[in-house]
Nanobody
Framework: QVQLVESGGGLVQAGGSLRLSCAAS????????MGWFRQTPGKEREFVAG????????DYADSVKGRFTISRDNAKNTVYLQMNSLKPEDTAVYYC?????????????????WGQGTQVTVSS
């Protein structure tokens, strides 16, 4: 059974940092694109960042570019999201997602596996 388990969420002050992790099990994702999405109540889920299978290509939403960094460790079947200079508008539930395909996409419906989410709250 495939599982994606996020961790690292929490409460942080504006300007602070958090590092989210997503551990995959049940299959290897070394040939899969991985992504991070976020959602707040009443809003659509939005793409945050994605990374191709070989770490050669990353993609970021404009709202997080320059502040967030996505990376992966294929040996550990884990993807990370380093979040710096956090703002109150970054507050959301953050979800990890994986594609069977190796190429990153921004559409949530193009991802095949999802984690349960981790809450990130940024106080002003």
């Amino acid at each position: 059974q495939v599982q994606l388990v996020e961790s690292g969420g929490g409460l942080v002050q504006a300007g602070g940092s958090l590092r989210l992790s997503c551990a995959a099990s049940g299959r290897t994702f070394s040939r899969s694109a991985m992504g991070w999405f976020r959602q707040t109540p009443g809003k659509e889920r939005e793409f945050v960042a994605g990374i191709n299978w070989n770490e050669g290509t990353t993609d970021y939403a404009d709202s997080v570019k320059g502040r967030f960094t996505i990376s992966r460790d294929n040996a550990k079947n884990t993807v990370y999201l380093q979040m710096n200079s956090l703002k109150p508008e970054d507050t959301a539930v953050y979800y990890c997602a994986a594609r069977v395909s190796p190429w990153v996409r921004r559409g949530g419906d193009e991802y095949d596996y999802w984690g349960q989410g981790t809450q990130v709250t940024v106080s002003s």
